[in-house]
């Protein structure tokens, strides 16, 4: 029995070892249509990081104006580059000399996010990636789904406007009359009959 105990420690203790990896992930936000953001790019790092190297998937609608390091990442000497290719854009970083990101989990690059006036929300997709040690060994982290919205006053629509008003009529062709003269009513059937 001690020994079936010890062995789903050993199972939980692997799982929560497998549940701490490298990540970098960008928390869900919201944006105006027509307006820009600024958005950090976060790592969550168990090993000392090199530099690295990832993808992000942007929905219709949204557009990186200008990316960079953060301040952190430029103390540690890190430099950004970037590239697009449709919706795609490949962004990374990488140091001038042997320096390394400690083990943390912190915003190492920034990104000027404009949305187009018809945006309305969507996922932004960090995709898998790969960085690397001081030793320049091969590490990996998971990429993560963001959700961005726009403030839900801005997909209800226009207010309501107070003004009343007026009703429009339609002839048979479906061109637009004037307001139809009431006819007479019907004369009842005892008035008909006399």
Known sequence: MKHCWMIMGALLLAMGVKAQNNRLYVEDFEICPDSMIVVHVNLANQDETRGLQF????????????????????????????????????????????????????????????????????????????????????IYMDGDTATVTVPRSMIIGIPVDQHQSLDNYFNLQGQLDSIPAREPMARSRRESVM
């Open 55 to 138: 993808n992000l998937t942007l929905p219709d609608g949204l557009m990186i104006v200008e990316h960079a390091v953060t301040a952190l990442s430029a103390k540690y000497n890190m430099y950004g580059f970037g590239q697009k290719n449709g919706n795609v854009w490949t962004l990374g970083m990488y140091p001038m000399g042997a320096i390394c990101l400690p083990p943390d989990t912190a915003a190492v690059v920034e990104l000027h996010i404009h949305a187009a006036p018809q945006f309305r929300g969507g996922k932004i997709i960090v995709w898998k990636c790969r960085g690397s040690t001081i030793d320049n060994k091969t």
